[in-house]
């Protein structure tokens, strides 16, 4: 997709904003973008583009680009302008040093919510239903050979993981770090030979924990993770990076 195709599809939540439109509004829709893989490290942002195609204002505008320049999603560079940021291998180990604590812990937290008042198994489907869903999305998307829209999907997948903690707090610092991830993904330049492999694992663990082994879980989470750091690690490293 092209830079010109992005900002133009941004007219379609135009409506959205409506007169209550805030930066912190503008800002979730071009981190949504982040997080579908629609904006590339390096993409320069133009504020006339971007300002037309929501209907915002310059200032409503600048206050988004510093909000997500605050979550290192983007980066001003001096008489250049703003761009999507490019991560570096430290960024890598870093964002999943804190996965391991965000995912892990939430399934440990839901473990110990179990154990001290073990809730109703149609309650517990309930609060798996969104971890279901991403599962079945990636695997529709894998099906229809759309390789980005898996990526997606499994974005969803490891935000439903966190969402177990119930925390609105752990929620939100997922939702921004696996924004940043994704800014990550972008250095995997076959997505089918990257997230392929990753499919069965999250089928998997989606059954450990429908069958409630939540320390199985917790522990194929942790491998998961570090398998994916690994493979990004050297994809970093590699000359083409």
């Given at each position: 997709m092209t830079t010109t195709d992005?900002?133009?599809?941004l007219r379609d939540e135009r409506l959205d904003l409506g007169r209550a439109s805030t930066a912190g509004r503008v800002a979730d829709v071009l981190r949504t973008r982040i997080i579908e893989g629609r904006l590339a490290p390096g993409t320069r942002l133009s504020e006339e583009d971007i300002g037309a195609a929501l209907g915002v204002s310059r200032n409503t505008l600048r206050e988004a680009f510093r909000l997500?320049?605050?979550?290192r999603?983007?980066?001003?560079?001096?008489n250049r302008g703003v761009f999507v940021r490019r991560l570096s291998v430290d960024d890598v180990?870093?964002?999943?040093?804190?996965?391991?604590?965000?995912e892990c812990g939430a399934v440990r937290r839901a473990?110990?919510?179990l154990a001290a008042a073990p809730q109703d198994p149609d309650q517990w489907d309930l609060l798996l239903a969104p971890v279901r869903a991403a599962v079945e999305e990636g695997e529709a998307a894998a099906a229809a050979d759309r390789w980005v829209d898996v990526g997606t999907a499994n974005m969803h997948f490891h935000q439903a993981v966190a969402a177990l903690a119930q925390s609105p707090r752990v929620t939100e610092t997922m939702?921004?770090?696996?924004?940043?991830?994704?800014?990550?993904?972008?250095?995997?330049?076959?997505?089918?030979?990257?997230h392929e492999a990753y499919l069965p694992e999250n089928r998997a663990i989606l059954e450990?924990?429908?069958?409630?082994?939540?320390?199985?879980?917790?522990?194929?989470i942790a491998s998961y993770l570090d398998r994916?750091?690994?493979?990004?690690?050297?994809?970093?490293?590699?000359?083409?990076?």
């Open positions: 992005w900002v133009s599809d997500l320049s605050h979550e999603l983007l980066v001003h560079e001096f180990r870093d964002l999943y040093q804190v996965r391991r604590i965000l473990a110990d919510h939702a921004h770090l696996l924004a940043e991830l994704r800014l990550v993904f972008h250095v995997m330049h076959a997505p089918r030979a990257f450990l924990l429908a069958a409630g082994e939540l320390g199985e879980a917790e522990t194929a994916a750091e690994a493979q990004l690690v050297a994809a970093y490293s590699a000359p083409s990076a």
